[in-house]
């Protein structure tokens, strides 16, 4: 009897346990997914390179489809500020051309900072970021909000250790970047990366100018582009297809400037109230307009380089030399410019959900 019932337990026992190890040896034999990340084109129109305006090189960093899609993803997370109330994406708005519609942003205990959240726009052309051009590359720039006291108010350790811990992540770092190890570096690449793929080159102003569709702008907004590029000598400095020329200058908003702007970084007494040269691209979106974002609207703005400026500004930039009280436009003039401003937006740059949070 007994022996009887250990030759029907047996075989059950050896088939548990070979069933056992041979799930294990398959589980361990499984090779992991390869490390195989997915080379990302950046997308845009011809008459960009034409202009010969150059992507700045990243050669730490190349783009790939996984890389892109974590920083996307990391743009959006709450874990990176200190009581997970705050993503990039809280001062950066996607319908406001990732710019911050408040004057001054709050930071996650509501302490505010004195300068505005400028507008994220094809930065993979730019190669000095912050109004007062403090970081040389997205990848430096991206390691700042997440400590800055009056922004995320967290620090590297923490947010590595939330994403470490998180069930998704350790993946998402291993495809994008072949380790499941995370660092705060691959967490500034990952969202250098995304930030170098938000390009707008898809306004009425591009169908008229780069693509010769001169139907796509009006009358008026044609009168207002020769105000621009004439009498404002806005060309000057918001130039070319970036509709910045990427340099510093001090636009004369004040006689006496109270945000050193450049000269704080350089100590260099020339740079003084000078800031980097915003662009103008989905200008209509982004307001309040200057770095303190002392203008509500571009009625003001047009009315500053009109009749306010301060030709006594130090450093003062040359273009003002012969014009130091202002341009003195029209009425008619600004209307036309304030117009012609609008063809630089790009609805699609607002609205592509390859930029929105994944939902
Ligand atoms: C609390 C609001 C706030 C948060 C959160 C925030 N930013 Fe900003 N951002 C700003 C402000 C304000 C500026 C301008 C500061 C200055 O120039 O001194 C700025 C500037 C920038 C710039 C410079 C753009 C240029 O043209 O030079 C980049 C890039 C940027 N932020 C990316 C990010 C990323 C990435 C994150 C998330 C890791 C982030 N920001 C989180 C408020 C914020
Ligand atoms: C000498 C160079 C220069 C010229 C010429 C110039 N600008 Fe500017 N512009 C700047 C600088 C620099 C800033 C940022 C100044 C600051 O915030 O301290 C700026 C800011 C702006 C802003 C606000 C952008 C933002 O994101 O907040 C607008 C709008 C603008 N300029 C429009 C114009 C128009 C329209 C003209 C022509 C009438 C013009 N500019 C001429 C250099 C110039």
């Not at 570096?185 to 693509?211: C, G, H, K, M, P």
């Not at 009168?223 to 590029?229: D, K, N, Q, S």
């Not at 060309?235 to 297809?241: E, F, I, L, P, Y």
């Not at 800031?275 to 307009?289: C, D, G």
């Amino acid at each position: 009897m007994k022996l009887k019932k250990l030759y029907i337990i047996l075989p059950i026992i050896t088939a548990v346990l070979i069933d056992a190890s041979c799930r294990k040896e398959r589980t361990a034999s499984v090779p992991e997914a390869p490390y195989q990340p997915t080379a990302y084109l950046l997308q845009y129109p011809a008459f960009v390179d034409s202009q010969h305006v150059m992507v700045v090189d990243a050669p730490n960093n190349p783009l790939t489809v996984e890389g892109v899609a974590l920083g996307k993803k990391l743009f959006y997370e709450k874990m990176l500020s200190n009581n997970m109330s705050m993503s990039c994406n809280s001062c950066h708005k996607q319908e406001n051309a990732f710019s911050d519609p408040r004057r001054f942003s709050l930071g996650t205990d509501n302490a505010s900072g004195n300068r505005n959240a400028m507008a994220l726009v094809n930065l993979a052309w730019s190669k000095q970021f912050f109004w007062d051009g403090r970081r040389n590359s997205l990848e430096e720039q991206a390691h700042d909000p997440v400590t800055n006291p009056k922004e995320m108010e967290n620090s590297w350790p923490i947010v590595v250790q939330r994403l470490q811990n998180s069930s998704t992540y350790p993946d998402l770092f291993y495809k994008a970047f072949g380790s499941r190890t995370i660092d705060s570096i691959q967490v500034t690449r990952a969202l250098a990366q995304f930030e170098r793929t938000l390009v707008s080159y898809n306004s009425r102003f591009d169908r008229f100018y780069y693509r010769n569709i001169f139907s796509a702008i009006s009358k008026q907004e044609l009168a207002g582009f020769e105000v621009f590029a004439g009498l404002g000598r806005c060309t000057n400095c918001h130039a070319g297809v970036t509709i910045t020329d990427h340099s510093f200058r001090n636009n004369g908003l004040d006689a006496a400037p109270t945000d050193s702007g450049l000269a704080g970084i350089t100590r260099n007494p020339a740079d003084f109230g000078k800031f980097k040269v915003p662009t103008l691209r989905n200008i209509a979106l982004t307001a309040p307009y200057m770095h303190d974002g002392r203008f509500k609207t571009l009625e003001e703005v047009i009315d500053f380089y009109s009749d306010n400026l301060h030709g006594s500004s130090p450093n003062i930039d040359s273009t003002f030399h012969y014009s130091p009280t202002g341009f003195h436009f029209t009425a008619q003039q600004k209307a036309d410019l304030l117009a012609f401003l609008q063809t630089f937006t790009d609805s699609n740059f607002v609205s592509n959900p390859a930029f929105s949070e994944a939902k």
